[in-house]
Nanobody, 127 residues
């Protein structure tokens, strides 16, 4: 397993932007698919975005398509989530997740697909 530490959350207004970071330690992240999930107060954790081990393939939840971008910087062992045009409904704790995949480029979207999780970072969007 790897250790994941998120940062970059905060309080912003609607239409503002934030960039979340997830630093991966313990192993090189090039053999791991990475994902971002979020959990709003009183709701279940949900998928936001995912990226394959070498960053070639990405996928997004419909609710964030066109506004959020997931990327990874291999040299820094870091995964990012650029969030633009934020809405109040984006308010949640955002979690980074990892799954060892070796050389496979399979896309993973389910919570149960990932076995390493960060502690989360709070994003609050005011209207």
């Amino acid at each position: 397993q790897v250790q994941l530490v998120e940062s970059g959350g905060g309080l912003v207004q609607a239409e503002d932007f934030l960039r979340l970071s997830c630093v991966v330690s313990g192993r090189t992240c090039t053999n791991y698919a990475m994902g971002w999930f979020r959990q709003a107060h009183g709701k279940e954790r949900e998928f936001v975005a995912t990226i394959t081990n070498r960053g070639i393939i990405t996928d997004y939840a419909d609710s964030v398509k066109g506004r959020f971008t997931i990327s990874r910087e291999i040299a820094k062992n870091t995964v990012y989530l650029q969030m633009n045009s934020l809405k109040p409904e984006d308010t949640a704790i955002y979690y980074c997740a990892a799954r060892y995949t070796g050389y496979s480029t399979t896309i993973f979207r389910r919570i149960s697909d990932f076995d390493s999780w960060g502690q989360g970072t709070q994003v609050t969007v005011s209207s």
